[in-house]
C-alpha cells in the first residue's frame, strides 16, 4: 500500500515537472499582431505586412519614464509563396514569438483580392490562433502595406481605428459593413451570393504618416479613411461601389441600422434631412412563368432632424407628402445599387439565396447560370415605407428675414 | 445524573492512566494513603505537595470553647473569593462553639450547617480529591484528629469581563461575547434557551491541568447518536492538558489531513444558540472564549450569523457574494497566472495589451512575480496579526508603501499583480469565517503551481479535486457538503439562499432526524384584511 502511494506519488510529480509548463509562453515573449497585410510582390509572391503592438509605448505603460514616447506599432515585412511561408520567414526580423490570437484585421490588398481571396482565407481559418472574427477590408489605390503604416491619432493602434471607424460609420452612417472572414467564407461556399467588402485607403501624404509628427499634429499629413464597397464576383474583386449606391448595397442586405437621406423640396435640393432610426429589408422571391422575380420591401422609421426650407410639419399632410419624397429618394439609391451589381453580374445581395428558399428545385436547375444569366436580367421591384415618427423639437422652421 | 456521569468517566480513565505509561506527572506523586487523623501530618504533605508554593495559603485556627481543637483551612489564593473565605468560612466557624462529644459523621454535619450560607460543602477522604476541590477553588478544612477534610466552594477570583467579541463582529445582534470562564458562557447560554431540555454534562480532561469541559445539548431536539459520538471521542482523550478548544477540535475531528474546517468555533452565544436549536451539540472549554460547535458544515462557514437578523432579500445577495468572495481569494492569482502565461488569447485585446506594456520591465516570469508578490502579502499579514498594535500599524504603512508602490515603480512587479494580490487579500479578509479563510489561503498556492504548469486545465483539476475531498468530508458522521451533497431539497432554503424566516419549518435533516418541525407553517406575515382598514380610514 504504501509502496504503490509512493509510486503513485512520484509518477504525479514526475508528469507534473516532466509536462509541466507545456505551451507556457510568457507575455514579454510574444508579439502581438494586431493586424496582418496582405499584397502581391512583383515576382508573384505574397508580401505579408504584419502591425505589432510595442506595449512599452500603449497607453496604459505611462506607469513608468515618458510613456507614450515611442510610436505604438511597429511594421513588419515579410515574402512567401504562401501565408504561412511569409509568416514564418518574419521570425527572421522579430524578437519575439508571432502571436496572432489578437488579430482583428486582415487587410488586402486590391491586387490580391482582384487576384482571388479564396487561397488567402484557408489559412486563416485552418490556424488555431487566428481569429475567424478578425475584420475583413480591401485595401483601395494602396497597397495594404501602405495603410497598415500610417499613424493614427486618437486610437493609437491603426488596427482598433479601422476596426472602431467600421463598426461606428456601419452603425451611423451605413455605406461601410464589417464583414470577418467567417461572413467572408460563408458567402464565398454559397452560391447564391456574393462577397461585399469596405474599402479603406489612406488621404494625405503617406510618407509623413509613417513618423510619430504625424500624431502629434492637430491635422495629420495622413489619414486611414474608409471609402467605398468592394463587390466580389465569386472570389474576385471586380468593382468598387462608391456613396448613396453602396448605401443602396447595404440597404439590400438589411445592414442598416442607422443613417440620413436627405431629400429636395419643392425645387430645392438637399432641403430636408431625415434620419433613419429603425430599419428592415425583406427580400421575397417568386416564381413567374418560370422566372424567379424578387420583390424587396425596405420599412423604416425616422425623425426629421433639419430643414433648411420653410414647411410646417405640424401638418399632417406635409409630413406623407415628405414621407413620398424620401421613399423616392430612397428607391433612388437601391436601384442604382441594383444596376451596377446587375452590370457586374454579380449577386451581392443575396437573390439567388431567396430563390433557392423559395423554389429549391428551380434553384438546381438555375444555380450554375446565376450570376451571369439570371441575374442581370432580374426583375426586382422595390417597395419601402418611410415613416416619419418625430420631427424634434421645433415645427415651423425659422424664416430670415432680411 | 449527569454529574454522576462525569464521575464515573474520570474513575475510568483514572484506572486506565495507571495501567498506561505515566505521563501526568502527578500519579506517583500523589500519595495513595488516606487522609491522617493529625493535623500537623496533613498539613506537611500539603506543604510538601504544593512545593511550599506561597499561593498556596494555609490558615491555622482552633476551635470550641477552649480552642482546645487545632484546625486549619487552605485554599488558592487568586482563584476563591477571600471575603467568602472569611466571612462565610471562617467566621461562622470561630463565632460557633464546637461541641467535642459528637461522632466523626455528626462533625460533618455540625460543619455543614454552619457553612450553609456557602455551599457546595464536600466530605472528602483522599488526597487525590483534595487537591482537585483546592485547585478549582474551594476552600479546604482540616480539623485535628479527623481524618477527612471539608471543602467548601469559595471560586472567585479574576476573570475577563464580558467584552464585545473580537472575531465574528456583526452590526446587528448581540453585543456579548464569550469570556474565558466556563460557567459565565454557559450562563450566557442558558439565559437564551431557558428550557430544561438544554442539558450540560462536564467533565475533566487534561491529566496534568485537570480543565473543566463541557458539553452542551438540547436534549429531544439533538440526535442521540451524535451527542453519543461527541462524548465517545471526548471520553478518548488522554493528553496532559488543554490550554484552548483548539486542543479538543483537534483531538477530535473526523479527518485530520484537510485544510477545511470540520467542526465550527464561534466567540458569540448566539451563534451557540441557534445552532443548539439546529440539533448540534457545543463543547465549552474553561480558558477560552471559543466555544466548539458539532457537526459542521461546509455551507455554515459561509452564514453569518447576521443573516438570520437581517431581511432575507439582503441575506440571500450576500451569501452568494461570500461564495464569490471566497472563490475569487481561492483562484484569483491562479487566473492570473494561467491567463497571461498559457490563454493571452482570453484576454480583451486592450487588457493584454496594458498588461503586456506593465511586464515589459519586470524581470521574472509571471509565476515567480505572483508567488513573491503573495508571499511578500502573507508575510505582511502575519507580521500584522502576531505584532502588538503600535507596531502593527507601521508595518502596515510599510507594507502599503513596498507592495503598492515602491515595488511597482522600481519594476519588479507589474501593477496588475497589484492588483490581483490586493483583491485576493481582501477577499480573503470579507470571508465570514477565519477558519475557511484559512484553508482557501493554502489552497491557492497548491493552484497557483498548478497554474503555473497546466495552465486553466491544472486549475480545472485542482478545483475537481478539491470538491472530491469536500464530498469526501464528514463532521461527526454528517456529510460536509450537505445539503448540497447529498442533496436534501427541503433544506435548501438554508444554504445560498436564505428563504424568509417564516418558511424555516424545518430543522436540517442530516443534523437531526427526529424532531424536525421548528415552526408552523402559516406565519406569513400579512397587512390586515380589507374590512377592518375600510373602518379605520372612515375615521
Not at chain 1, 172 to 196: F, K, M, P, Q, S
Not at chain 1, 211 to 222: F, G, I, T, Y
Not at chain 1, 346 to 354: P, R, S, Y
Not at chain 2, 422 to 429: D, E, H, L, R, W
Request: hydrophobic share 45%; charged share 25%.
Amino acid at each position: 500500500m504504501r509502496r504503490a502511494i509512493t509510486v503513485i506519488v512520484s509518477l504525479a510529480i514526475c508528469a507534473g515537472l516532466l509536462s509541466g509548463c507545456w505551451s507556457q509562453k510568457e507575455l514579454t515573449d510574444l508579439a502581438f499582431i494586431v493586424a496582418i497585410g496582405l499584397d502581391k510582390t512583383e515576382d508573384g509572391k505574397y508580401l505579408v505586412t504584419f502591425q505589432v503592438v510595442n506595449p512599452g509605448n500603449v497607453a496604459g505603460a505611462t506607469q513608468r519614464g515618458g510613456g507614450a514616447a515611442g510610436v505604438p506599432v511597429s511594421i513588419y515585412t515579410s515574402t512567401g509563396d504562401t501565408l504561412v511561408e511569409a509568416s514564418r520567414k518574419a521570425s527572421e526580423k522579430l524578437s519575439r514569438l508571432p502571436y496572432y490570437a489578437h488579430t482583428n484585421l486582415i487587410v488586402v490588398g486590391e491586387e490580391v483580392a482582384r487576384e482571388g481571396l479564396s487561397g488567402v482565407l484557408d489559412a486563416m481559418e485552418r490556424g488555431n490562433q487566428l481569429r475567424p472574427t478578425a475584420h475583413l477590408v480591401i485595401a483601395r489605390t494602396y497597397l495594404a502595406k501602405d495603410v497598415l503604416t500610417v499613424l493614427t491619432p486618437i486610437d493609437k493602434i491603426s488596427a482598433n481605428q479601422i476596426i472602431k471607424t467600421i463598426e461606428f460609420s456601419s452603425k451611423n452612417w451605413g455605406e461601410t459593413v464589417h464583414v470577418d472572414i467567417w461572413g467572408a467564407i460563408h458567402c464565398l461556399a454559397t452560391a447564391g451570393r456574393n462577397l461585399v467588402i469596405t474599402g479603406v485607403t489612406v488621404e494625405g501624404d503617406l510618407k509623413r504618416g509613417k513618423r510619430q509628427e504625424n500624431v502629434q499634429s492637430s491635422v495629420p499629413d495622413a489619414r486611414i479613411k474608409l471609402e467605398g464597397l468592394a463587390l466580389f464576383k465569386n472570389d474576385r474583386l471586380v468593382d468598387w461601389v462608391d456613396g448613396p449606391s453602396s448605401r443602396g448595397v447595404l440597404w439590400l442586405l438589411d445592414c442598416i441600422r442607422q443613417t440620413n437621406l436627405t431629400v429636395s423640396w419643392k425645387g430645392k435640393k438637399e432641403a430636408i434631412n431625415y434620419q433613419v432610426v429603425r430599419a428592415k429589408t425583406d427580400v421575397k422571391a417568386k416564381v413567374k412563368d418560370g422566372r424567379p422575380v424578387i420583390s424587396v420591401h425596405i420599412q423604416a422609421e425616422g425623425d426629421v432632424i433639419e430643414t433648411r426650407v420653410p414647411i410646417d410639419l405640424s401638418d399632417a399632410s406635409m409630413l406623407f407628402q415628405l414621407e413620398k419624397e424620401i421613399k423616392k429618394n430612397l428607391k433612388q439609391e437601391v436601384e442604382e445599387a441594383i444596376e451596377t451589381a446587375q452590370r457586374d453580374k454579380t449577386d451581392v445581395f443575396g437573390f439567388g439565396e431567396a430563390v433557392h428558399r423559395t423554389d429549391p428545385r428551380l434553384w438546381k436547375k438555375i444555380e450554375s447560370k446565376w450570376h451571369d444569366r439570371y441575374f442581370p436580367e432580374l426583375d426586382v421591384t422595390v417597395t419601402a415605407d418611410m415613416y416619419i415618427r418625430r420631427t424634434g423639437l421645433r415645427n415651423k422652421p425659422y424664416t430670415p428675414r432680411g | 445524573m449527569l454529574f454522576q456521569w462525569g464521575m464515573s468517566r474520570q474513575k475510568k480513565r483514572m484506572d486506565v492512566k495507571q495501567e498506561g505509561p505515566d505521563h501526568s506527572g502527578e500519579a506517583s506523586d500523589v500519595p495513595q494513603e488516606p487522609l491522617s487523623a493529625e493535623l500537623a501530618v496533613n498539613i506537611d504533605i500539603i506543604r510538601q505537595k504544593t512545593g511550599e508554593s506561597n499561593d498556596v495559603v494555609i490558615r491555622r485556627f482552633a476551635l470550641g470553647q477552649e480552642w482546645q481543637i487545632k484546625a486549619a483551612i487552605i485554599f488558592v489564593d487568586g482563584l476563591v473569593d477571600e471575603k467568602n473565605v472569611y466571612e462565610f468560612v471562617l467566621t461562622p466557624l470561630l463565632q460557633a462553639s464546637f461541641p467535642l462529644a459528637l461522632e466523626e459523621k455528626e462533625r460533618f454535619q455540625w460543619i455543614e450547617k454552619k457553612l450553609a450560607a456557602v455551599g457546595g460543602v464536600k466530605h472528602i477522604s483522599d488526597w487525590r480529591k483534595l487537591f482537585f476541590e483546592l485547585f478549582s477553588g474551594a476552600t479546604v478544612m482540616l480539623i485535628d484528629g479527623v481524618p477527612f477534610a471539608i471543602s467548601a466552594s469559595t471560586k472567585g477570583g479574576e476573570y475577563r469581563s464580558i467584552e464585545e467579541p473580537q472575531t465574528q463582529i456583526a452590526v446587528r445582534g448581540p453585543r456579548e461575547g464569550f469570556t474565558e470562564s466556563l460557567r459565565t458562557n454557559t450562563a450566557m447560554i442558558r439565559r437564551r434557551i431557558r428550557n430544561p431540555n438544554l442539558w450540560l454534562e462536564t467533565m475533566q480532561i487534561g491529566t496534568v491541568t485537570q480543565t473543566d469541559v463541557a458539553i452542551m445539548y438540547i436534549k429531544g431536539i439533538a440526535n442521540n447518536e451524535i451527542i453519543e459520538e461527541v462524548k465517545a471521542r471526548l471520553r478518548r482523550i488522554d493528553i496532559d492538558g488543554v490550554l484552548e478548544s483548539g486542543y479538543i477540535e483537534q483531538l477530535i475531528e473526523d479527518q485530520t489531513f484537510t485544510t477545511f474546517p470540520t467542526t465550527y468555533h464561534t466567540e458569540r452565544p448566539d451563534i451557540v444558540a441557534a445552532n443548539l436549536l439546529e440539533g448540534r451539540v457545543a463543547v465549552f472549554v474553561e480558558g477560552t472564549p471559543f466555544v466548539l460547535v458539532a457537526p459542521a458544515l461546509f455551507i455554515q462557514f459561509f452564514q453569518a450569523v447576521e443573516d438570520y437578523y437581517a431581511r432575507f432579500d439582503i441575506s440571500t445577495a450576500l451569501r452568494f457574494l461570500r461564495v464569490l468572495i471566497f472563490f475569487i481569494s481561492l483562484v484569483a492569482p491562479a487566473i492570473y497566472i494561467a491567463a497571461t502565461t498559457f490563454h493571452q488569447e482570453m484576454i480583451p485585446t486592450q487588457l493584454v495589451i496594458a498588461i503586456a506594456a506593465q511586464r515589459e520591465a519586470v524581470p521574472f516570469p509571471g509565476f515567480v512575480e505572483a508567488l513573491v508578490m503573495e508571499v511578500t502579502f502573507e508575510i505582511l499579514r502575519e507580521a500584522g496579526v502576531r505584532l502588538p498594535r503600535a507596531v502593527g500599524q507601521a508595518v502596515s504603512i510599510v507594507g502599503a508603501l513596498v507592495i503598492g508602490q515602491a515595488a511597482v515603480e522600481a519594476g519588479f512587479v507589474s501593477s496588475a499583480m497589484v492588483i490581483v494580490v490586493s483583491i485576493t487579500a481582501i477577499a480573503s479578509f470579507a470571508t465570514p469565517s477565519f477558519a475557511i479563510a484559512i484553508s482557501a489561503r493554502l489552497i491557492r498556492f497548491g493552484l497557483m503551481f498548478l497554474a503555473a504548469m497546466f495552465g486553466f486545465y491544472g486549475i480545472m483539476m485542482g478545483i475537481l479535486v478539491m470538491t472530491i475531498h469536500l464530498c469526501s468530508l464528514r463532521s461527526f458522521g454528517v456529510p460536509y457538503m450537505s445539503p448540497l451533497a447529498p442533496f436534501i431539497p427541503t433544506n435548501m432554503g438554508d444554504t445560498l439562499f436564505r428563504l424568509p424566516t417564516w418558511m424555516f419549518r424545518e430543522r436540517p435533516r442530516l443534523i437531526n432526524q427526529k424532531n424536525i418541525v421548528r415552526q408552523s407553517g402559516d406565519q406569513k406575515p400579512e397587512p390586515p384584511a380589507p374590512s377592518r382598514q375600510e373602518k379605520g380610514g372612515g375615521s
